[in-house]
Structures are given as C-alpha cells and as structure tokens.
C-alpha cells in the first residue's frame, strides 16, 4: 500500500512539474494553427529552438493541392531563396578550409572571366557575391555568355561599380554552387550531400529525385492552392537535371532549387546558431560564424557600403527581439523563413504553402507572427 501511494505521489510531482511545459506547447499548436489557417495556407511547418534545443513546433494541413496527404515536420518543400543561405554554407566551408580571401576575383575561382563590361578592371569577388554588391540586376536570366556581355549588357546595372550598392540579384545565388563545383569539382548536389546535409543528418536535394528519402515531399502551389507542379511530376524530371560539374553550365541551381524540410533547415539554422557545429558534427571551423554576422565594411574589404546582407546573411533589423540573421524565399504560393538570433539564442523556421502571403519591412508576416512569440515566450519551456 505504501508503495503504490508512493507511487501516486511520485506521478502528481513529475505531472505539476511538467504540466506547464505541455501546456505551453498545446497552446503553441493553437496558436501556429491559427496562423496557418488565418492566412488559408494548405500546408506548412514552424520550428522555433533555443540554443540548439526545440522549444515549440507544429506541422499544419497537407503537402498537396488534393488535401489527402498530411504534411509534416519531415515534409521536403522547394524553398526557394533559402536555398541560398544553405548554399552558401557549403561555399564558405570551402573558402575557409582552402584558405581562400573573401576578397577573391569570382572568374579566378570559376576559370572563366565575370566582369560588369561598364567596369571591366574592377574584379567582382567572392564577398561582393554573398553581400549581392556585385552589379548584377535582380532577374531571372541565369546562364550568361560572358565573352558576350560587351554586346549585349543585359545582366549587370552599368551605373553601378561592384562593391558600391547593394542590389538582391538571384544571379549571385547561382553564382554561389558553381563556385562550389569549380572549389570542389564535384557537383553542388553531390559536394552538399556530403560535405553538410548527410553529417547533419538532413534529407535535402537541389532536385526531389536526388532526396535519400523522396516519401515525404510537397508539391510546388499556387497562392490559390492549386497544383503549380506536382511533386510526383517534379521527381520525375531527374533526367534534365545536370548533376555533373560544371561551373559555367550550373548557375542557376543554386538560385533556389532546394528541396528540404523545417527539421532539415531547423538543423542548418541551429549549426549556425552554434558557431558551425551541431550534437558534435562540426561543419564550419570555429569563429566563421561571427565573421559571416559582421559588417563587411572595413579596411581592405570589396565591399564599400554597410548594407543589409552580410556574408551569406540578410541581417534584419526592426524586427521582434532585436536583430536577426537568415533568408527568406518566396516562390508562387511558397514562402519560407530561416532567422537565428545570437544575442537570444532563438532560431525561427517559417514554412508556409499554397497561400497569398504578404510581406512587413520585407519579411513576410507569417514569419513575424513567430518571430514576435519566440521571443516573448522564449523562457516558458525549460
């Protein structure tokens, strides 16, 4: 009899001390699902962690148009932008371990000449890419013929000098994984797969036909919810894909062709979070990290304005808690959100598809609304 009241009492104690904890993450649930089904989204996901460890979580609606398939935490969706943070990851991992200077002429790197014909002494470099500060214009053209860009100038803003303006061109995004195939001379696909998504454990491609695990990938959507591409039609366009190495054909894969999932990008984010390493897995070398927070405006630098991106990072100011740190992506009826904060410790991981969303500051609201709870609700799980 002792025992069993023992036992009661033993059960009460870990129920009144872990009672606050589950009810703070069913309200969570309640709220994310709100905000979901607020904006009429089909599908999507939000992961918000601290210091590497999930604080609330919540997948919510379908991974297609025709509502009978569930998405999940685990759901790969095309990312869009995002993909150029990933991206970026693998490409400075490379310039870090190789010694290489930021400050690095782009067309020493890939073997062919990327000059803006209006300036054609200034080298455009490496940072100048991660921080968009090369002159590209912003567009959707992504396999240039350098030789020719003299006659027919249709990719880079003739008034601006690299390094002297910050313009978001997606251009520097494709950019980016021909560096990593020229650096590496493996495809991005295959340099990625190993060198970051299989050491964190992620399942993620720059095709869905390329994923380990292709069980669990969403369609691409409209903002009204119908089928843009599905994804069964997508896997099946593997063959056009060109998973080779080729730095002058492949700038357009890194743009924003990923496929990956809110625990995959949780995992990104929270690695960045703890300066390049995550449950022991190191991916960059220690203090890269603060180096890609910095300002790169400073002596000796390529780039000659403090503008908004970093190394690879869109720093966002005016926004819940302070500054944040990540990319966004926005495609058809997709948007997705990846920000940490290293004053906090907060990571926010935003996912929402086949909705209209709308955007504050230039971040879409969506991913504000979480942004704003991790921060007031940031001390209520311990």
Request: with cysteine; glycine share 10%; charged share 20%.
């Amino acid at each position: 009899m002792k025992l069993r009241i023992l036992s009661v009492l033993t059960a009460l104690v870990l129920m009144l001390v872990f009672l606050p904890a589950y009810g703070e993450k069913n309200a969570f649930e309640t709220f994310a699902k709100g905000r979901f089904s607020a904006r009429d989204c089909v599908g999507g996901a939000v992961i918000i962690s601290r210091n590497g460890e999930v604080l609330f979580s919540c997948a919510y609606g379908w991974r297609n148009a025709g509502k009978n398939k569930p998405a999940s935490l685990d759901t790969c969706f095309r990312i869009a932008s995002v993909t150029k943070l990933v991206t970026a990851v693998g490409l400075i991992k490379l310039m870090e371990e190789k010694g290489l200077s930021y400050d690095t002429d782009v067309g020493d790197i890939l073997g062919y000449p990327v000059r803006n014909p209006a300036f054609p002494k200034t080298p455009i470099t490496v940072r100048n890419v991660l921080t968009h500060t090369t002159g590209l214009k912003t567009g959707f053209s992504f396999h240039p013929n350098w030789e020719a860009l003299r006659k027919e100038n249709r990719y880079f803003d003739d008034n601006v000098a690299p390094g002297t303006k910050y313009v978001y061109a997606n251009l520097n995004g494709g950019l980016m994984g021909a560096m990593i195939e020229a650096l590496s001379g493996q495809s991005v696909n295959t340099y990625m797969r190993e060198n970051v998504f299989e050491p964190l454990g992620i399942n993620a491609a720059y095709h869905p036909g390329l994923l380990p695990d292709q069980s669990d990938v969403a369609s691409q959507l409209t903002e009204e919810g119908t089928n843009l591409v599905t994804a069964d039609k997508e896997i099946a366009t593997l063959p056009d894909y060109n998973d080779v190495c080729d730095p002058r054909e492949n700038t357009g894969i890194t743009v924003g062709q990923l496929y990956i999932s809110a625990n995959g990008l949780n995992r990104i984010i929270c690695m960045l979070q703890n300066d390049g390493e995550l449950d022991g897995v190191r991916i960059l070398p220690a203090g890269t990290v603060a180096k890609m927070t910095e300002s790169q405006l400073f002596e000796g630098s390529s780039v000659h304005i403090d503008c908004q991106y970093t190394l690879g990072l869109d720093r966002v100011f005016d926004m819940p808690g302070g500054i944040w740190y990540g990319h966004q992506g926005h495609k058809e009826g997709m948007t997705s959100n990846v920000y940490f904060q290293p004053d906090t410790g907060l990571t926010v991981v935003v996912i929402g598809n086949g909705f209209e969303y709308h955007k504050k500051n230039g971040i879409s609201t969506l991913a504000i609304y979480f942004m704003e709870y991790a921060v007031e609700h940031m001390d209520d799980v311990n």
